[in-house]
């Protein structure tokens, strides 16, 4: 881009157009995945929620997760405790029952993984493939949307193709094939071409 516009400008540029390139790649995938299924395609109200900044959310924490290199149980528990400190010191700002972000010191609570779920992730993410419980990523992405919008988000992405989504007795565990992650990953590398002096 000319020199005539500043660095803010380039990367607000950047910024715009990788964001719309990546939900057009994530409705791309889906209406592929699910016709190459003989499957309908997705319809208009589930194009527009594969175009939420949720979406984004889910996917920028698969990528964080895989580009982190948070696999093993000392690295996934060691996630899970700066959660668990973030959630903590998040409850310290209440004020009569509100967070001074406006979140409610109930749902800031019931965010904190106790053991048990913690051991849960862990063990299921013990054969290589990093799984979370659909509760477990709804607790991790409270600040940003509701447990019920994160479970019809995920519900949507496994729906396209881009999530891993099974019953295991009463829990519902999901996983990634890389794919979100990978959009994801270009959506960034976009940005920062943008931002690299060319000579």
Same mark, same amino acid.
């Given at each position: 881009?000319?020199?005539? #516009?500043?660095?803010?400008?380039? *990367?607000?540029?950047?910024? /715009?157009?990788?964001?719309?390139? #990546?939900? &057009?790649?994530?409705?791309?995938?889906? =209406?592929?995945?699910? +016709?190459?299924?003989? =499957?309908?395609?997705?319809?208009?109200?589930?194009? @527009?929620?594969? /175009?939420?900044?949720?979406?984004?959310?889910?996917?920028?924490? #698969?990528?964080?997760?895989?580009?982190?290199?948070? !696999?093993?149980?000392?690295?996934?528990?060691?996630?899970? &405790?700066?959660?668990?400190?973030?959630?903590?010191?998040?409850?310290?700002? *209440?004020?009569?029952?509100?967070? $001074?972000?406006?979140?409610?010191?109930?749902?800031?609570?019931?965010?904190?993984? @106790?053991?048990?779920?913690?051991?849960?992730?862990?063990?299921?993410? !013990?054969?290589?493939?990093?799984? #979370?419980?659909?509760?477990?990523?709804?607790?991790?992405?409270?600040?940003?949307?509701?447990?019920?919008? *994160?479970?019809?988000?995920?519900?949507? %992405?496994? =729906?396209?193709?881009?999530?891993? $989504?099974?019953?295991? +007795?009463?829990?519902?565990?999901? !996983?990634?094939?890389?794919? %979100?992650?990978?959009?994801?990953?270009?959506?960034?590398?976009?940005?920062?071409?943008?931002?690299?002096?060319?000579?």
């Amino acid at each position: 881009m000319s020199d005539q #516009f500043s660095r803010e400008l380039i *990367c607000l540029a950047a910024m /715009r157009q990788a964001r719309s390139d #990546f939900f &057009d790649r994530v409705v791309d995938h889906a =209406e592929a995945w699910r +016709r190459d299924r003989g =499957e309908d395609e997705p319809s208009r109200d589930a194009r @527009k929620l594969l /175009r939420s900044e949720g979406v984004a959310q889910i996917a920028e924490f #698969f990528f964080a997760i895989r580009e982190g290199g948070i !696999s093993t149980s000392e690295a996934l528990r060691g996630f899970f &405790d700066r959660h668990n400190a973030d959630m903590a010191a998040l409850l310290e700002t *209440c004020e009569r029952g509100y967070t $001074r972000f406006g979140l409610s010191e109930s749902r800031v609570k019931s965010a904190i993984f @106790k053991d048990h779920q913690v051991d849960l992730v862990i063990h299921e993410s !013990s054969h290589g493939t990093v799984t #979370f419980d659909q509760r477990s990523i709804g607790k991790i992405l409270t600040q940003v949307m509701s447990y019920e919008s *994160c479970r019809t988000l995920l519900i949507l %992405l496994s =729906e396209a193709g881009l999530l891993q $989504r099974r019953d295991f +007795r009463a829990v519902v565990l999901i !996983s990634s094939n890389g794919t %979100l992650e990978s959009l994801y990953r270009d959506h960034l590398s976009y940005i920062a071409t943008a931002l690299t002096p060319q000579d």
